[in-house]
T-cell receptor, first 115, second 115 residues
């Protein structure tokens, strides 16, 4: 079935690293995504990783992908109070010959950064 | 571009009333998605369209929910009659597909409260 799971809450101190974990179900997903939702706003794409990669680094963000275990993680280095938000991982599922794919989101992880 | 525009931003209604949520996707995007966000169930995909045609409506909760996309620049999600359990934040998102990756652009959402 379509099930993307995340832990619900993570609390870190400012300056520490944050690691948010996710497990997904569809091994055929071409891309896996991390979205960020700030209070009162819609989701915004943070970063994504192609399924044939193990790691992707983008400034303070590091995405690790373990395809064997269907495990995705997002590491935020030097976490700031402005990073406080809900973080969603998502997998893409193809439909109707892959012409249109849909994103299935995890439950979201609330990241609280303490000053 | 102004991004994905949703209206109204907030809607408070009484049980049994009809509710219509509106969405204007980003110009040039050909795929449109309706999501619902609640604390209990996270972010659920309700329905999505490609080139104004509904592709997958398996996430629509029941017959009280209906969605239309009469043209490339407008979509509605209607609930009739509304019930308190429909209270949630409803997001519209758009993208261009097929594409290298399925990056979604989200609107700010409609906060629906059914009393």
């Amino acid at each position: 079935g379509e099930d993307v799971e995340q832990s619900l809450f993570l609390s870190v101190r400012e300056g520490d690293s944050s690691v948010i974990n996710c497990t997904y179900t569809d091994s055929s997903s071409t891309y896996l995504y991390w979205y960020k939702q700030e209070p009162g706003a819609g989701l915004q794409l943070l970063t994504y990783i192609f399924s044939n990669m193990d790691m992707k680094q983008d400034q303070r963000l590091t995405v690790l992908l373990n395809k064997k275990d269907k495990h995705l993680s997002l590491r935020i280095a030097d976490t700031q109070t402005g990073d406080s938000a809900i973080y969603f991982c998502a997998e893409s599922l193809g439909n109707y010959g892959g012409a249109t794919n849909k994103l299935i989101f995890g439950t979201g992880t609330l990241l609280a950064v303490q000053p | 571009d102004a991004g994905v525009i949703q209206s109204p931003r907030h809607e408070v209604t009484e049980m049994g009333q009809e509710v219509t949520l509106r969405c204007k996707p980003i110009s040039g995007h050909n795929s449109l998605f309706w999501y619902r966000q609640t604390m209990m169930r996270g972010l659920e995909l309700l329905i999505y369209f490609n080139n104004n045609v509904p592709i997958d409506d398996s996430g629509m909760p029941e017959d009280r929910f209906s969605a239309k996309m009469p043209n490339a620049s407008f979509s509605t999600l209607k609930i009739q009659p509304s019930e308190p359990r429909d209270s949630a934040v409803y997001f519209c998102a758009s993208s261009y597909q097929p594409a290298t990756n399925e990056k979604l652009f989200f609107g700010s959402g409609t906060q629906l409260s059914v009393l």
